[in-house]
């Protein structure tokens, strides 16, 4: 099953609106969360890494006060799309590292967001 | 700051025949994990393989395989007996292990897009 939930899967709101989306790590404690933005037939790009309990590192480019990062918890962090515009439409995707020895990147399943 | 390439943006295979995605990265580390990921119409992301760079063995798993070739920073997969559920986006990704503030970090390639004729 999943180990790591991402919600909502599907947003459809009007220009202006801000919208938060949730990554939790289900059956692990992750310390870092990172989050990835994608086009349609294109690759993942980096947006951020979530620390918990600090700041999250942005990617160059990635305007902070756009995208705002919290990772309160040690299986919660979340992204909140601030004032969403059209351009912001895309794919956004959360995984969370699993520290233990050999234990693989988890993903969860992805938002769908699309900014009328 | 490491970069990975993946220089077929499409290719395509009939069923139960082989077929082999190139990727090749570069980095300056001797410390790192290799991956290939598999996204299908749905876009969740399925780890398919994984290589760690200190392991000389190439890595398999079932009908998977990789050619790692670590002096020249190349990292292929071989698909063996390919079945129409193969098809899909996959991902060649690398993650250093060098710890600090790019630990965990994911670096994708551009991606092939990958058909399965019947």
């Known amino acids: 099953g999943a180990v790591v939930s991402q919600h909502p899967s599907r947003v459809i709101c009007k220009s202006g609106t801000s919208v938060k989306i949730e990554c939790r790590s289900l059956?692990?404690?992750?310390?870092?969360m990172f989050w990835y933005r994608q086009f349609p037939k294109k690759s993942l790009m980096l947006m951020a890494t979530?620390?918990?309990?600090?700041?999250?590192?942005?990617e160059q480019g990635v305007e902070k006060d756009k995208f705002l990062i919290n990772h309160a918890s040690l299986t919660l962090s979340t992204l909140t799309v601030t004032s969403a515009h059209p351009e912001d439409s895309s794919f956004y995707i959360c995984?969370?590292?699993?520290?233990?020895?050999?234990?693989?990147?988890?993903f969860g399943d992805g938002t769908r967001l699309s900014i009328l | 700051a490491q970069t990975v390439t993946q220089s077929q943006p499409e290719m395509s295979v009939q069923e139960a025949e082989t077929v082999t995605l190139s990727c090749t990265y570069d980095?300056?580390?001797?410390?790192?994990?290799l991956f290939w990921y598999k996204q299908p119409p749905s876009r969740q992301m399925i780890l398919v393989i994984r290589?760690?760079?200190?392991?000389?063995q190439n890595a398999t798993e079932n009908r998977f395989s990789v050619n790692f070739q670590k002096a020249a920073k190349s990292f292929s997969l071989k698909i063996s007996d390919s079945q129409l559920g193969d098809a899909a986006m996959y991902f060649c990704?690398?993650?250093?292990?060098?710890?600090?503030?790019?630990?965990?970090?994911?670096?994708f390639g551009q991606g092939t897009i990958l058909t399965v004729h019947p």
């Open positions: 979530s620390n918990e309990g600090s700041k999250a590192t942005y």
């Open positions: 290589q760690e760079a200190y392991k000389q």
């Open positions: 995984s969370a590292r699993d520290l233990r020895a050999e234990k693989p990147q988890h």
């Open positions: 990704a690398y993650r250093s292990d060098a710890g600090g503030t790019s630990y965990g970090k994911l670096t």
């Open positions: 059956d692990f404690q992750a310390t870092t």
């Open positions: 980095t300056s580390e001797s410390d790192y994990y």
